[in-house]
Nanobody, 123 residues
């Protein structure tokens, strides 16, 4: 099994930056894809970005392309979401997820989920 723990959420003003972390433990060798999702109150869960663990290739959502960057540190089994030029619309609970296969934007394709970390962007 795989356990995921997110860190780094907080309150930031519009235009600011935050970096979220997702630390993986357990049978991390089984992970092929790691992704980030977010869910705002009253809205459906939204895909943010994914990264292929082995080669670091990324697949960002159009809504965050150019502002958010996903990358990983293989030494400490951690995936990061670097968020810049944050907007109030980015306010949500952010979740990291891991999949055993090569997957993308569909949440039901992921096998493991973190507990979430809250990001609030004020105007």
């Amino acid at each position: 099994q795989v356990q995921l723990v997110e860190f780094g959420g907080g309150l930031v003003q519009a235009g600011g930056s935050l970096r979220l972390s997702c630390a993986a433990s357990g049978r991390t060798s089984s992970i092929y894809t790691m992704g980030w999702f977010r869910q705002a109150p009253g809205k459906e869960r939204e895909f943010v970005a994914a990264i292929m663990w082995s080669d670091g290739s990324t697949y960002p959502a159009d809504s965050v392309k150019g502002r958010f960057t996903v990358f990983r540190d293989m030494i400490v089994n951690t995936v990061y979401l670097q968020m810049t030029n944050l907007k109030p619309e980015d306010t949500a609970s952010y979740y990291c997820a891991a999949a055993r296969g090569r997957v993308g934007a569909r949440g039901n394709d992921y096998d493991y989920w973190g507990q979430g970390t809250q990001v609030t962007v004020s105007s």
